[in-house]
């Protein structure tokens, strides 16, 4: 497969009061590469929610082409048909300026299943090196992330 017009991905979530840490952690990593976990770095933010509650905010880049590429795949090929459909009718609310903006549900992800969701995600930004939303349509389907 040729190289990915990839520049970096980012991958952002966070850990409420309420949740185990260990648990939300142990989720993204069921949804990264496992070849390429010990690479990857968070870093950590103490936030404040609006009622004083404690978050935890987990932010890491990824610029290695062959991690990018693990992550990538493996998103492509966990993602079910029907994901892939409804990202394929969204795309133009997931895309703004050459980035790919996925949700992922950090419940499934613990089971070590993909699945997009809307409210308390893990979420993962693709940066490309093409701008144009033609250009990153092709570029999904070719890597298997649209129908």
């Not at 009061?17 to 103490?46: C, G, W, Y």
């Not at 009622?51 to 993602?79: C, H, M, Q, W």
Request: with cysteine; glycine share 4%; net charge negative.
């Amino acid at each position: 497969m040729p190289q990915l017009p990839i520049a970096y991905v980012d991958i952002r979530f966070f850990a409420h009061a309420t949740e185990d840490l260990e648990k939300v952690v142990e989720a993204v990593q069921n949804v990264l590469p496992s070849d390429n976990i010990e690479e990857m770095t968070f870093n950590r933010s103490n936030l404040q929610g609006h009622y004083g509650n404690p978050i935890t905010l987990f932010e890491a880049k990824i610029k290695d082409k062959e991690t990018i590429r693990a992550l990538v795949e493996n998103l492509s090929s966990n993602l079910s048909s029907l994901d892939k459909e409804e990202l394929g009718r969204e795309i133009g609310r997931c895309f703004e300026k050459g980035s790919l903006y996925l949700r992922l549900d950090k419940q499934a992800a613990l089971h070590s299943k993909i699945r997009l969701v809307t409210s308390d995600p893990i979420r993962i930004r693709i940066r490309f090196g093409k701008s144009k939303i033609e250009d990153i349509i092709e570029i999904c389907r070719e890597i298997g992330m649209l129908t």
